[in-house]
């Protein structure tokens, strides 16, 4: 990958399922343990596609076999890849995939479905800063849910690129989509949020340094394979 560059991948990995007994080779014995945990085979195969597709991509830019991608996670659970020019970021839920890769700096992507915006109001004040929730105010019920889903998956994106984790309250900053958010005398915060608004049915956002262009694609088993 060039200097200073963004690309982000977006699957279903529902879609995939028939090469689940492939992927399983590329996960070290961490992810392996972390697959057994699930208690359905659906999940462990679901989870199995998104650390393969991840190493798998990780590889490619690496030019080495998956398994031997250096790749580690923090003490939240955040992937790293040491030695490397690159950042990553890995967010899956239910059958949602997305991976970014960086050589512009620290990351983070999120993923939902659409549909778990159905509930959101009562979580307002939670996901959003005072300034949001005037707008939202103004909203019909189901475009303010809408709404305050794609702000948890914009900050959710935030927190994971800043390295705050849970010890920052998604209501403590506003984050407009592609504008960076700012915190005074916190330059290393100034990350730009970037919404992703296809396919239809998942809301996703990444956030990275400001200023740096995002690339991203769909990826189609009818057009790319994990094997």
């Known amino acids: 990958m060039p200097a200073r560059c963004v690309r982000v991948l977006l ?47 990780l590889a490619v830019s690496l030019q080495c076999d998956p398994i031997q991608v250096p790749l580690i996670r923090d003490q939240r659970g955040c992937p790293q890849v040491p030695g490397t020019p690159l950042h990553t970021s890995l967010s899956h839920c239910d059958t949602a995939v997305a ?13 939902e479905p659409a549909s778990r915006a ?8 939670r996901i959003a800063h005072p300034a949001e929730l005037v707008t939202l105010d103004g909203l019909p019920a189901h475009a303010r849910e809408a709404m305050l889903l794609r702000l948890w998956v914009r900050k959710e994106a935030w927190l994971k690129a800043a390295g705050v984790g849970l010890a920052w309250e998604m209501s403590a900053f506003a984050a407009a989509t592609d ?12 990350l730009q949020v970037t919404d992703f ?18 690339d991203w694609a769909w990826l189609q088993p009818d057009n790319a394979s994990l094997a």
């Open 11 to 57: 699957l279903d990995a529902s879609r995939w399922l028939a090469l689940t007994p492939a992927a399983r080779k590329w996960l070290d014995s961490a992810e392996t343990a972390r697959v057994a945990r699930k208690r359905f085979a659906q999940d462990r195969e679901l989870l199995t596609l998104a650390y393969a597709a991840h190493r798998l991509w």
């Open 197 to 214: 608004t296809e396919p239809a049915a998942w809301y996703a956002a990444t956030a990275v340094a400001p200023g740096v262009a995002v």
């Open 118 to 125: 159905h509930g959101l109001s009562d979580l307002a004040e």
């Open 99 to 111: 991976i970014a890769l960086s050589t512009a700096g620290a990351i983070g992507i999120d993923i």
């Open 179 to 190: 504008a960076p958010v700012v915190f005074a005398g916190h330059p290393e915060l100034d």
